[in-house]
């Protein structure tokens, strides 16, 4: 009788080992992606829906490009199959660290994947045009599919979809903007040149260079002079900080100001993101200069 038992406790345990084997290579077969930026993170999470969903690097409110990575967002790193980023010329902290990712970690630098269109200078701030967002999400679905062939017809059928959502925003804002073309205001950073020139807008100038650098008494002078003469209507800070000299201007200059807000802070992080981050974009750059 008690051999027949453990006979049986033998097969049993044999019966769970096999199982949570399978139960793990179950779990290991869905790729674990990390994405650096919240909306980065809201067109990658759109291709993966029905899959496992990507790790989100940097919180928002926090700026990318002084960004210190804590341990647990670098375990996270390191644990992911696949990582993508903008670049190290735009998440600084991160150069370091995804360049010395074990060999097993891919990474897909979208900053360098061929969809940008010369001129932006040192604004990578790319996800902003919604046309490059499109090219954006093919370099991304193949970067998935090349790692993760068995759910490529699944990324295929997101990617259309997110494609089409895409086409239909881009639309919705050039109607939404045209009415502003020509129009002059400040901005808090060197981060819409693409957006801008997608929607024919053109910003006055930038209060901070994009290596989150304070302007010098010669720079602030020099804005002060293009506000009395240039006819600027509205000046945009960010959400978070805003540094003592801005401040001083709006209130010295009494020019209305508004928050533009290039990474969608307070927004859920998911496939909605992207969307909401850019009407609310648009949203307030048309309420400030609107005057509502
Ligand atoms: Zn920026």
Redesign the pocket.
Known sequence: MESHNSYRNYLLFNFFLVFSLWVSAAVSAELRVAVSIAPLHSLVASVMTGTRQPDLIMRQNV???SYQLTPSKARLLSRADLVFWIGAD?ERALGKIIGALPERVSSTALGAAGCIPPGGGED??IWLDPVIAICLVGRIRSSLTRLDADHSGLYRKNARILIRRLKALDQELKARLAPLAGRRYLVF???YWYFERRYGLHSAGFFRT?PDRLPGAGRIVKLRRRIATENIECIFTEPGFVPAQMRAIIRETGLKSGILD??GSGLKPGPDHYFEMMRRLARNLAGCLEGK
């Open positions: 700026s990318p490009h735009f990578l701030h950073h060197d981060a994009v290039p990474l």
